[in-house]
T-cell receptor
Framework: DAEITQSPRHKITETGRQVTLACHQT?????MFWYRQDLGHGLRLIHY???????NKGEVSDGYSVSRSNTEDLPLTLESAASSQTSVYFC???????????FGPGTRLTVL | GESVGLHLPTLSVQEGDNSIINCAYS??????FIWYKQESGKGPQFIID?????DKRQGQRVTVLLNKTVKHLSLQIAATQPGDSAVYFC????????????FGQGTRLTINP
């Protein structure tokens, strides 16, 4: 069955380190998204992509970057991890337009 | 991933009763609305959506109502079951620039036996 996966599921890192979170979908969806979820907030959009080589900043993009070299993957990189980036990160994908966004299981990231 | 332990609005209902979860949105330009369900340890799961040219849409055991005048959205769950226990989020977007969802804080629904 087609699906969307994230790895790792849990990650502990130190302040200042570079961290990359993986997102992989097998639906051949054009659109992919990264969100973070924190105490007191719903999900907030970090970056998104409407296709290969396309990336766009979301509401809370500072300190994060993404690249889209193929349809299936949208890795999220924290260039220099900060404690404020401790959060649960969700990846999502959709075919396009207003089609439903399907979410991955999430990655819990702790920055010490 | 896990549902973050949030200090959320909560709603407790008896098993078999109907539940109504409310959501206020702020952007009058939003014209597409979605309800998601998030169980502990999982990502959000799509429940139902509605466009602004409608005021009601029904699914299996769920109904979404949209009141654009007061910018209010509600999710009605009929005959709630233990499996309905979760955090429910509303999300909004503008069709132009579609897919940039803005999520509400969520409501925790607890089903009492």
């Amino acid at each position: 069955d087609a699906e969307i996966t994230q790895s790792p599921r849990h990650k502990i890192t130190e302040t200042g380190r570079q961290v990359t979170l993986a997102c992989h979908q097998t639906w051949n969806h054009n659109n992919m998204f990264w969100y973070r979820q924190d105490l007191g907030h719903g999900l907030r959009l970090i970056h998104y992509s409407y296709g290969v080589q396309d990336t766009n900043k979301g509401e809370v993009s500072d300190g994060y970057s993404v690249s889209r070299s193929n349809t299936e993957d949208l890795p999220l990189t924290l260039e220099s991890a900060a404690s404020s980036q401790t959060s649960v990160y969700f990846c999502a994908s959709s075919r396009g337009g207003t089609d439903t966004q399907y979410f991955g299981p999430g990655t819990r990231l702790t920055v010490l | 991933g896990e549902s973050v332990g949030l200090h959320l609005p909560t709603l407790s209902v008896q098993e078999g009763d109907n539940s109504i979860i409310n959501c206020a949105y702020s952007n009058s330009a939003s014209d597409y609305f979605i309800w998601y369900k998030q169980e502990s340890g999982k990502g959000p799961q799509f429940i139902i959506d509605i466009r602004s040219n409608m005021d009601k849409r029904q699914g299996q055991r769920v109904t979404v109502l949209l009141n654009k005048t007061v910018k209010h959205l509600s999710l009605q769950i009929a005959a709630t079951q233990p499996g309905d226990s979760a955090v429910y989020f509303c999300a909004e977007s503008a069709l132009q620039g579609a897919q940039k969802l803005v999520f509400g804080q969520g409501t925790r629904l607890t089903i009492n036996p």
